[in-house]
C-alpha cells in the first residue's frame, strides 16, 4: 500500500521548523515518498519556511483561511496514498509506527487506526440529551492492548483512502475547528466500519500548546465547541427517542441560559445543509445509534 502524510498548518512556523525535519526522516525509513504541507492562509511565514528549508515536501498553498477540516480534505484530496496519514504540525512520528498499524488495513473493513499518543479508549454517552465524547487520559485493564474505537485523531492517525472519499472526508460544516473527526468516525462506525487504537503505533502529540489555543480565546473556542456538539447531534443522532430527549434538553438549556441562544442560533443557520446531511447518511446506516453508545459507552 502506499502511504501519503497529510499535515494541515496555519501559522505554524515554529511548528514545522521544530518538528518536520524528523518527520521526514521517519517517512524516509518507512519509504513514504509523499508528505504534503497544506496552508490554510498562515500569515507567519510557515510558507517560506517549508519552501526554503524543505524542497521534498508538496506545498499546497490557500489565499483564504477556511479552517482545520476544509484544509485537510485539500490534502487528501492531492494525495496519491491508499493510505492517509494525517499529522498535526507539532506531532513527531515514532520509527516503528507503520510496522504495527499497517496489518490492521488487511482487513478491508478498518477505516482508520489512531496512533498512540498517551490517551486510551475513546467512548462516548448521551447525557440529558446531549452527545459526549472523550478519550480516556487512564488506562482500564484491557486499554493497553489494540481494541476497537468510536473515532480516530484527526491530528495523528491514518486513514484508508477509499473508505475516506466513501464519506467525503471531514465536514467542512464545523470549520474552522473541533468534532470534525469525532464526525468521521461515528458516521464510519454507523457504516458498519472499524477504527482501531493500536498502542504499539507511537506519536509525539499533545505536548506543547497547540495552534487553537494559541490563536483563539478560551470563549471562541468554547463557544465553537458547543456549536459543533449541536451540528453533530442534529446531522447524527437519529434515534427518535434520544433526539426528542435532545429537544427537551436543549430547550432548557435556552431557557436557563441565555447566552447559549447565540450558540444555537450559529448551528441553526447551517440547519438546511444538516438535514441534507443527515437524510444521507440515514441511507448508510447499518448500525443505530443505541447500538454504538452501547459498545463505546464509559466504564
Avoid: C
Amino acid at each position: 500500500m502506499k502511504v501519503s502524510i497529510v499535515i494541515p498548518n496555519w501559522n505554524g512556523a515554529e511548528k514545522l521548523r521544530k518538528h518536520l525535519p524528523e518527520v521526514l526522516s521517519i517517512a524516509e525509513a518507512n519509504k513514504i515518498k509523499e508528505t504534503i504541507v497544506v496552508d490554510d492562509a498562515s500569515t507567519d511565514n510557515s510558507v517560506e519556511i517549508v519552501k526554503e528549508n524543505f524542497p521534498q515536501v508538496k506545498l499546497l498553498e490557500k489565499n483564504k483561511n477556511t479552517g482545520f477540516g476544509s484544509n485537510v480534505n485539500l490534502g487528501v484530496k492531492n494525495s496519491t496514498g491508499n493510505l492517509i496519514v494525517l499529522l498535526n504540525s507539532d506531532a513527531s512520528l515514532d520509527k516503528d509506527f507503520l510496522k504495527y498499524a499497517l496489518p490492521y488495513f488487511n482487513n478491508e473493513k478498518v477505516f482508520s487506526v489512531s496512533l498512540n499518543a498517551g490517551g486510551y479508549w475513546s467512548w462516548a454517552k448521551f447525557e440529558k440529551g446531549f452527545f459526549r465524547h472523550y478519550q480516556a487520559d487512564r488506562p482500564r485493564n484491557d486499554s493497553l492492548q489494540f481494541h476497537q474505537t468510536l473515532w480516530a485523531s484527526g491530528g495523528s492517525a491514518i486513514f484508508r483512502r477509499s473508505i475516506w472519499d466513501e464519506l467525503g472526508g471531514l465536514d467542512p460544516l464545523y470549520d474552522p475547528f473541533y468534532v470534525e473527526d469525532v464526525d468521521l468516525g461515528y458516521r464510519a462506525t454507523k457504516r458498519g466500519y472499524i477504527n482501531i487504537w493500536e498502542p504499539k503505533a507511537r506519536v509525539e502529540h499533545y505536548t506543547e500548546k497547540g495552534v487553537i489555543e494559541t490563536h483563539f480565546s478560551h470563549d471562541r473556542v468554547s463557544a465553537t465547541a458547543e456549536r459543533n456538539q449541536l451540528i453533530f447531534t442534529w446531522k447524527n443522532i437519529t434515534d427518535t427517542v434520544l433526539f426528542r430527549q435532545h429537544l427537551l434538553g436543549l430547550l432548557g438549556r435556552l431557557m436557563k441560559h441565555p447566552k447559549y441562544w447565540s450558540i444555537f442560533l450559529a448551528a441553526l443557520v447551517r440547519l438546511p445543509q444538516i438535514i441534507h446531511e443527515r437524510n444521507n447518511e440515514k441511507k448508510y446506516a447499518k448500525l443505530t445509534d443505541k447500538e454504538i453508545l452501547t459498545s463505546f459507552s464509559a466504564p
